[in-house]
């Protein structure tokens, strides 16, 4: 099969309209044999089909014979006649003239479309001639043909834009309409070209495809022509600055524009630049203005508005590409050019609200530039600094001191939580800025807490339920870990259990345990042994009332009163002065008798009457009936003296009682002065002067049974504030000495720097160097340790 191939039948379809037909090329060897000795050969042979580009221009070429085959199908065993199909006589060849002619045709095709006119021939034939000039290795001079066309079509257009007097909104307009007229052309034009844009194109990357030799002809030619591209840029600037000033605008016409730049990939050389130079003018001068004009709350809007809307415009028109650089410029302009402004102006007036929708807001804004949550969490530092020392210094605000910082802490909590998104930052910027201010006073804070909890774990406080007084307590404990002088917190918490728990005034058993164990999971075991010791002898207490009933019942003593004694072991309870009064007689029995029954126990030990802290019940006689009367020892012992006499002057009493002075009155004003008047006074008065007649008041009225005559409570004194301070200085003192003492027998020898250092590890409490010093002065005359004779700036200790 060297010189010749077969080809299988052909396929007819639908009259006259298209024919498909298959050739068999001779080769080129031009071999004569007749094909009909070959019939065997060609059973075996494969077919091979191939479409002729040829077939409109020689359609009688091929010589080929079509035979049917139904009639002999039709009758059985009738020989089977083949299609036979012969070679050509002669090489096909090419009409005269067909490239210009064709051209011709494909010219005229191109210039009907950019003149919007009808195309005289079929788009088929059209396509059909491209394809027929590419495979006959025409496709080069087409396409430079075809780029030669389209450019003289594109420099035709400039003419019209070239004129000085034109409107730019018309201007714009009609480069809109020359760029969308050019895209449907180019679109055009392709569909007709597409054979060439497939396979000479493919074939040649350096050159442009059909649509972006458009692109670049127009780009070359109009749009990077300086009149046209400038007068085009400076009206886009203009119609977004009307529409940025809330004017209304095509933004159909803005999009097409900018999508063209886009397409041209002149959008960010000739566009973007100048866009955002106008963008940063225009908010560098708003912002500015509106600082000075607008609070802080409608600026943040109006900053938060226009970001808003740049957002919007970038998704109708702008390209994508430039969304990072426009939002970075409306906030370094509208922002973080103003962010001390905006926190100076108007922080303080937002936190005091709180006005949480304009934190929020804030928050938003100050997060999105460098450095604004910094600059935010440093004047939000501040204002708790400012406003907590107001609460914390001024002595008049004592009162309400630490319900003003537990309000203030909960405002800031909330503000964290709700506009701040629980920020670790904010929320580390409290704590630091509360322990700072709570500090700056010096031990009152520690001692008001104190006295608050006092308040609020004491009976008679109905303010809230178990519940309530629990998660108040985890509040205060938050304060509570901001002190540093928590020694201090506990002398004065220490001396109010103590009142709390003698004169049965704790509201609440589990409220206190809880406190307590919470102050020792705070500060540890060590700070809270002493009161754990309390509650002890609390309980031994009652138990000790209890075996002393029974000892008074097995020896059938009979007692005409009931006598209950608590035991305190004095290193636990605060410290008590002792008081030395006049008891009577029968009292004076049955204290002796339980002191007699306690220590035949607990041989060693010594017991100290305080008579400062006893309280009992008296039966009363008046004329309406008889009454029980709740009264401290003191008011007792006043009252027990009417027995024997109905009237008493002040120094009868006095003598009589043994009683302080100060404490006699303060005891005779509870009784002659307050609502239960037991007592009548003469002359009448608030204040009990020295000659002061007093007798019983024997019609005294009132509709409860047992009836509670608070003793008249003495103000704290600055003298007893003093010498509790006193305490707690002389309890560090101690502390210090055990810590140097402590450091130096594991050191052994250390220098003075590095002692200091590591005391300030171990105290617990603020101290001065100086003082530091001091207490190394005294152990070193205590022969704890001693200076090093060779350097005096070293300690070694001594063993």
Known sequence: MSGSAKTTVLVEEGGNQSRKRSFSHASNEHTKKDLNTKKTKSEDMSANEKKSNFSVLNPNSNGAVKTSSASSMSKPGATTKKL??????????????????????????????????????????????????????????????????????????????????????????RIDDCWRAHCRQMIMIRSIFLYLD???????????????????????????????????????????????????????????????????????????????????????????????ELAVPQYLAHVEKRLREENERLLHYLDPCTKWQLIHTIERQLLSEHLAGILSKGLESLMDGPRQQDLTTLYSLFSRVKDGLNELCNHFNAYIKKKGRTIVIEPERDKTMVAELLEFKEQLDNVVTACFQRNDRFLYSIREAFEHFINQRQNKPAELIAKFVDLKLRAGNKEATEEELERLLDKIMVLFRFIHGKDVF????????????????????????????????????????????????????????????????????????ELSVYILTMGFWPTYPPVEVRLPAELTRHQDHF?????????????QWQATLGHCVLRAHFAQGNKELQVSLFQ??????????????????????????????????????????????????????????????????????????????????????????????????????????????????????????????QLKFPVKPADLKKRIESLIDRDYMERDKENPNQYNYVA
């Not at 043909?145 to 594109?154: M, Q, S």
């Not at 002398?491 to 809880?514: H, I, N, P, Q, T």
Request: net charge positive.
């Open 636 to 761: 007792a012992l006043v009252l027990l003296l009417f027995n024997d006499g109905d009237n008493l002057s002040f120094e009868d009493i006095k003598t009589a009682t043994n009683i302080e002075e100060g404490e006699l009155r303060r005891t005779l004003q509870s009784l002659a002065c307050g609502k239960a008047r037991v007592v009548t006074k003469t002359p009448k008065g608030r204040d009990v002067q020295d000659r002061d007649q007093f007798a019983f008041n024997a019609d005294f009225t009132n509709k409860l049974f047992r009836i509670k005559i608070n003793q008249i409570q003495m103000k704290e004194t600055s003298e007893e504030q003093k010498a509790t301070e006193e305490r707690v200085f002389q309890d560090r003192q101690y502390q210090i000495d055990a810590a140097i003492v402590r450091v130096m027998k594991m050191r052994k020898t250390l220098c003075h720097n590095l002692l200091i250092s590591e005391l300030y590890n």
């Open 84 to 173: 036979v199909i012969k070679n050509f006589k002669s090489k096909p060849n090419l009409p005269e003239n067909y490239q210009e002619t064709t051209w011709s045709k494909l010219k005229e095709a191109v210039i009907a479309i950019q003149t919007s006119k009808a195309i005289a021939y079929s788009l088929e034939e059209l396509y059909q001639a491209v394809e027929n000039m590419c495979k006959h290795k025409m496709a080069s001079q087409l396409y430079v043909n075809l780029t030669n066309l389209v450019e003289a079509h594109v420099k035709s257009n400039i003419e019209q834009f070239l004129s000085e007097s034109m409107d730019r909104q018309v201007f714009l307009k």
């Open 595 to 607: 002191a007699k029954f306690y220590l035949a126990k607990h041989s060693g030990r010594k017991l």
């Open 198 to 292: 497939r396979t000479y194109v493919l074939q040649n990357p350096s050159i442009h495809s059909i649509w972006d030799m458009g692109l670049d002809l127009f780009r070359h030619h109009i749009a990077m022509n300086t009149l046209i591209q400038t007068r085009t840029v400076d009206g886009l600037l203009l119609l977004i600055e009307r529409e940025r000033g809330g004017d209304s605008v095509d933004i159909s016409l803005l999009k097409s524009l900018l999508r063209m730049l886009s397409d041209l990939q002149i959008y960010q050389d000739a566009f973007e630049h100048k866009f955002l130079l106008a963008t940063e003018r225009l908010y560098a001068a708003e912002g500015q203005r509106l600082m000075r």
């Open 490 to 561: 506990e002398a004065f918490y220490k001396k109010d259990l103590a009142k709390r728990l003698l004169v049965g005034k704790s509201a609440s058993v589990d409220a206190e345990k809880s406190m307590l164990s919470k102050l020792k999971q705070e500060c540890g075991g060590g700070f809270t042994c002493k009161l754990e010791g309390m509650f002890k002898d609390m309980e031994l207490s009652k138990d000790i009332n209890i075996t002393y009933k029974q000892h008074l019942a097995a020896s059938q003593e009979t007692v005409g009163l």
